[in-house]
């Protein structure tokens, strides 16, 4: 089992930053891949930014050139650097983190509950 903690989120004027952080911790498991994904009301879950193990990384169109995603491995913890903030990136926040199950090397996920991001016009 994999539990995910949260924080950064909160409320900011539209061209401002906020450091979103999501540290795993859990045992049997080894992480592969670490990302944000985001949900505004009345729309779906979407991808914002993802990492690999290795550092790579994939950002959703909305959010190059805006956004940085990061990892220390060592922690365990991957963040979200969002400069540059707009009113439709108003969102609640999720930390996913992808890997595999060392008791049996079954792929999973696991999803953090949440961090709310609200930029104000």
């Known amino acids: 089992q994999v539990q995910l903690v949260e924080s950064g989120g909160g409320l900011v004027q539209t061209g401002g930053s906020l450091r979103l952080s999501c540290a795993a911790s859990?045992?049997?498991?080894?992480?592969?891949?670490m990302g944000w994904y985001r949900q505004a009301p009345g729309k779906q879950r979407e991808l914002v930014a993802s990492?690999?193990?290795?550092?790579?990384?994939n950002y959703a169109y909305s959010v190059k050139g805006r956004f940085t995603i990061s990892r220390d491995n060592a922690k365990n913890t991957v963040y979200l650097q969002m400069n540059s903030l707009e009113p439709d990136d108003t969102a609640a926040y999720y930390c996913?983190?992808?890997?595999?199950?060392?008791?049996?090397?079954?792929?999973?996920?696991?999803w953090g509950q949440g961090t709310q991001v609200t930029v104000s016009a």
């Open positions: 996913n983190v992808n890997g595999l199950r060392t008791t049996d090397w079954s792929r999973r996920d696991y």
């Open positions: 859990g045992s049997r498991f080894s992480i592969d891949r």
């Open positions: 990492i690999t193990k290795d550092g790579s990384t």
